[in-house]
């Protein structure tokens, strides 16, 4: 699986639009990006992925660039309850487990 | 809710005891996969099983056993206990074992605190 390089922390305002990037350089054509996070020490969490098109469903969107190399997870409009550790994958089809970095630890402040 | 059971949530035990920890998946799913977190790493992939199969072996000592049974709920046996092992143990679950796979999307549990002391 490739691997991925995200900031340690970001902080973002409430009710501000939070953007997590991404960076996967080393990806491959048939993996695919999928972010999940996780709420302090509760199970990860699904939140989307994509291949190369961008992405939108009801908790998040997912910019992945042309070339594919980074992608961004944009939270449109940050609550509180989205403080979290945000994980960004590469996974292909074979993969037989995801692949957890350390993520970004993102706080939402009021 | 994720629709994965783990239980224990919390357990303290001394060194050199030995532990289960219980896994139900999500209704239809096939394959669990079993993580450790602990403070200083990051989440961990210990293994995964596949409609009672072995699919899928991570960072797995070789004191730590799972397997998973005819009705898919999985255990996770930790034995000869040490101080180091005291962390949280996340199960998760999908319908195939191929979690890149488009639509198979992995469900965590909510974990197991495992202390020793």
């Known amino acids: 699986d490739a691997k991925t390089t995200q900031p340690p922390s970001m902080d973002c305002a409430e009710g501000r639009a939070a953007n997590l990037p991404c960076n996967h350089s080393t990806i491959s054509g048939n993996e695919y990006v999928y972010w999940y996070r996780q709420i302090h020490s509760q199970g990860p969490q699904y939140i989307i992925h994509g291949l190369k098109n961008n992405e939108t469903n009801e908790m998040a969107s997912l910019i992945i660039t042309e070339d594919r190399k980074s992608s961004t997870l944009i939270l449109p409009h940050a609550t509180l309850r989205d403080t979290a550790v945000y994980y960004c994958?590469?996974?292909?089809?074979?993969?037989?487990?995801?692949?957890f970095g350390q993520g970004t630890r993102l706080t939402i402040n009021p | 809710d994720s629709g994965v059971t783990q239980t224990p949530k919390h357990l303290i035990t001394a060194t050199g005891q030995r532990v289960t920890l219980r896994c139900s998946p999500r209704s239809g799913d096939l394959s669990v996969y079993w993580y450790q977190q602990s403070l200083d790493q990051g989440l961990q992939f210990l293994i995964q099983?596949?409609?009672?199969?072995?699919?899928a072996k991570g960072n797995i000592l070789e004191r730590f056993s799972a397997q998973q049974f005819p009705d898919l709920h999985s255990e996770l046996n930790l034995s000869s206990l040490e101080l180091g092992d005291s962390a949280l143990y996340f199960c998760?679950?999908?319908?195939?074992?191929?979690?890149?796979?488009?639509?198979?999307?992995?469900?965590f549990g909510e974990g197991s605190w495992l202390t020793v002391v």
């Open positions: 099983y596949y409609n009672g199969e072995e699919r």
């Open positions: 998760a679950s999908s319908v195939t074992p191929a979690p890149g796979a488009v639509g198979n999307t992995i469900y």
């Open positions: 994958i590469v996974s292909g089809q074979g993969a037989q487990k995801l692949v």
